[in-house]
Antibody, heavy 124, light 107 residues
Framework: EVQLVESGGDLVQPGGSLRLSCAAS????????MSWVRQAPGKGLEWVSG????????YYADSVKGRFIVSRDNSKNTLYLQIHSLRAEDSAIYYC?????????????????WGQGTLVTVSS | DIQMTQSPSTLSASVGDRVTITCRAS??????LAWYQQKPGKAPKLLIY???TLESGVPSRFSGSGSGTEFTLTISSLQPDDFATYYC?????????FGQGTRLEIK
């Protein structure tokens, strides 16, 4: 069974930093591009970042470019999202999601497996 | 960025009803559209990809159609488990965008 488990969410002050992790199991992790999708409380879904299977190409929404850094460690089957200069509007549940198809360079695909999410709250 | 607009935002229906949700793209996305179901406190679940392909394990009462800029998700006969929020997602490029969601509630 394919499983994604996020961790690292926390209550953080504005301007702070945080690193989220997503541990994958049940797949050959390096075969799949991955993405982070967030959902503010009571709001819709927003794609924020993606990364190729090898990790050599990264992609960001304009709303987070320059503050978020996505990376992966395929030897540990783990995806990361480093978030800097946190703002109140970054408060959300952050989901990691796996692309449906193998060997895509970009995460432009449907997402067939999602983690349970990790909550980031930005507040003083 | 490609904007995705869903309608209606809220839909009231009864068990056994046939319902349709529409998703419009601000520019052509060919068939690169997915539909998700989300229940409170849970992650989204993929229902349909490539506009009309049913994900494995998803009941056949769900169907999708459309291409270009206009797409629909149809549930042929609503079941109690189907009351949830539905999102469309375009993946024509890596700048993925979602519709704002359609909340399907019990009439």
């Amino acid at each position: 069974e394919v499983q994604l488990v996020e961790s690292g969410g926390d209550l953080v002050q504005p301007g702070g930093s945080l690193r989220l992790s997503c541990a994958a199991s049940g797949i050959t992790f390096s075969d799949y591009a991955m993405s982070w999708v967030r959902q503010a409380p009571g709001k819709g879904l927003e794609w924020v970042s993606g990364i190729s299977g090898s990790g050599d190409r990264t992609y960001y929404a304009d709303s987070v470019k320059g503050r978020f850094i996505v990376s992966r460690d395929n030897s540990k089957n783990t995806l990361y999202l480093q978030i800097h200069s946190l703002r109140a509007e970054d408060s959300a549940i952050y989901y990691c999601a796996k692309t449906h198809n193998l060997l895509l360079v970009a995460p432009d695909d449907a997402f067939d497996v999602w983690g349970q999410g990790t909550l980031v709250t930005v507040s003083s | 960025d490609i904007q995705m607009t869903q309608s209606p935002s809220t839909l009231s229906a009864s068990v056994g009803d046939r319902v349709t949700i529409t998703c419009r793209a601000s520019q052509s996305i060919s068939m690169w559209l997915a539909w998700y179901q989300q229940k409170p406190g849970k992650a989204p679940k993929l229902l349909i990809y490539k506009a009309s392909t049913l994900e494995s394990g998803v009941p056949s009462r769900f169907s999708g159609s459309g291409s270009g800029t206009e797409f629909t998700l149809t549930i042929s006969s609503l079941q109690p488990d189907d009351f949830a929020t539905y999102y469309c997602q375009q993946y024509n490029s890596y700048l993925i965008t979602f519709g704002q969601g359609t909340r399907l509630e019990i009439k």
